[in-house]
Structures are given as C-alpha cells and as structure tokens.
Nanobody
Framework: VQLQAFGGGLVQAGGSLRVSCAAS????????LGWYRQAPGKQRELVAY???????VYADSVKGRFTISRDNANNTVYLQMNSLKPEDTAVYYC??????????WGQGTLVTVSS
C-alpha cells in the first residue's frame, strides 16, 4: 500500500487550502482514512479521520474550520482547510488503517500559514 499526498503550500492566515491523498495497492473496502499533523518540536496529532462509511472525527482545534471527505472509488481522501491560523502550520500526513493491525502513512506535505 502506498499513500501519496498532494496540495501543501504557503497560505496567509485566514486563507484556505486543500490537501489530498491517494491510496494505492491492496486496499480493503472497509478502512479508515485520516490526516495527522506534526508541527516543529511537537508530537504528531490527529487532525481528522473518515471511515469508509462516511463517519468523521475531528480534533477540537479544527472543528468548524476543516472538512474531511473521501472518494471511495478512487481511494482518495481530502482535507479542506478554511480559516487557517499560524498554529495550523505543520507537516500533514495521511494515514490508512484497515483490518485489525494494518496501518500505513504517506510521506507528508508541508502546510505553512503566515501571520
């Protein structure tokens, strides 16, 4: 399984950005796709995840600003980020979990929010 992330970049505070991640390989129909982020000097943290059935979970810090969605036909997950803040600056990693113990990570994409 491979995860390829796209769409990071530099944006001003208050702006919007969308990142996407395409999964390929042996993907089971029941899975969870998610986004995590890691800021400099901090631990990696959950941003949001979405199940193959469409159930979503968000970190409190992004609720109301970020929206996660997925395209099951193309095994792609999206993260629409609005009202971005400088504290959202981080490397964003996509994540796939399937079966009981399978877990995969993408290479990360840098999102920088300037004040």
């Amino acid at each position: 399984v491979q995860l390829q992330a796209f769409g990071g970049g530099l944006v001003q505070a208050g702006g919007s950005l969308r990142v996407s991640c395409a999964a390929s390989g042996s993907i089971f129909s029941i899975n969870v796709l998610g986004w995590y982020r890691q800021a400099p000097g901090k631990q990696r943290e959950l941003v949001a995840y979405i199940s193959s059935g469409g159930n979503t979970v968000y970190a409190d810090s992004v609720k109301g600003r970020f929206t996660i969605s997925r395209d099951n036909a193309n095994n792609t997950v999206y993260l629409q980020m609005n009202s971005l803040k400088p504290e959202d600056t981080a490397v964003y990693y996509c994540n796939l979990r399937q079966r009981r113990y399978d877990e995969y990570w993408g290479q990360g994409t840098l999102v920088t929010v300037s004040s």
